[in-house]
Nanobody, 128 residues
């Protein structure tokens, strides 16, 4: 059973950095495409970054490209989101999600409906 758990959120000043982590206690992540999405207050959830099961070239939204880095360590069953040069508009609840319906696919997933398992979310607040 897949149980997605995020950690690493918090309060940071603009220009600062945070690293989010996402683990699966069921030890099944290694074959799944993974993604990070976020939801700001009063807004719809939006795509942030995605990575294939093998950790190949990641994919980012234009709003975070060049500032955020998604990576994974399959030996540790963990996916990371390194966030640098944070801006107040990055304030949101960040969700880690797993595309589990098809394993070992070399593609990214942007849409919410493409993800099967979600974490509870971790709050990131960037102060100006």
């Amino acid at each position: 059973q897949v149980q997605v758990v995020e950690s690493g959120g918090g309060l940071v000043q603009a220009g600062g950095s945070l690293r989010l982590s996402c683990t699966d206690s069921g030890r099944t992540f290694s074959s799944y495409g993974m993604g990070w999405l976020r939801q700001a207050p009063g807004k719809e959830r939006e795509f942030v970054a995605a990575i294939t099961w093998s950790g190949g070239t990641p994919y980012y939204s234009d709003s975070v490209k060049g500032r955020f880095t998604i990576s994974r360590d399959n030996a540790k069953n963990t996916v990371y989101l390194q966030m640098n040069s944070l801006k107040p508009e990055d304030t949101a609840v960040y969700y880690c999600a797993a595309h589990a319906r098809s394993a070992y696919t070399s593609r990214w997933y942007e849409e919410e409906y493409e993800y099967d398992y979600w974490g509870q979310g971790t709050q990131v607040t960037v102060s100006s």
